[in-house]
């Protein structure tokens, strides 16, 4: 039994067409970026390069892990990768979609790309304001990230 999926025109298909080798341009700035503690969720999955958003952005801290607003005048800092329908599942999980982050879309140099972003604003979070996650945890404003 085949369960039909909806079309998504940000799926990169392989040379065969296999549905089940989908991938899907996603762009990450937090926890699962290299050296940070849930890279292992994409850890194979391909790695394009780093990328740097426009400045119309907020990151904001929640002590372990990042958000960012869909709003503000901060870039954002992070990397781009491939990943297959399983993976964008795991990150999906994670992320507590559509619950906590909601998944977006994001113009990118190399096409749209998915990432997460958080609705609204929530009190007591902390403005991130270099919009660099690597940054913000190496100056020791986040314990064991």
Do not use: C
Request: negative net charge.
């Amino acid at each position: 039994m085949s369960i039909n999926k909806p079309f998504n025109p940000f799926i990169f298909k392989n040379s065969k067409h296999d549905p089940s080798q989908h991938t899907h341009l996603v762009f990450v700035y937090g926890t699962l970026r290299r050296q940070h503690y849930n890279h292992a969720l994409i850890s194979k999955a391909h790695y394009i390069s780093e990328w740097v958003t426009p400045a119309q952005y907020t990151m904001i801290s929640f002590d372990f892990y990042p958000a960012v607003i869909p709003m503000g005048t901060s870039p954002i800092v992070g990397e781009l990768y491939k990943v297959n329908d399983k993976q964008l599942e795991e990150i999906d999980l994670l992320e507590g979609v559509p619950i906590f982050y909601r998944r977006d879309i994001i113009e990118t140099p190399v096409g749209k790309a998915f990432w997460y972003v958080m609705p609204e604003v929530l009190e007591r979070a902390e403005v991130v304001f270099s919009g660099d996650w690597d940054e913000h945890v190496s100056k020791g404003s986040v314990s064991n990230a």
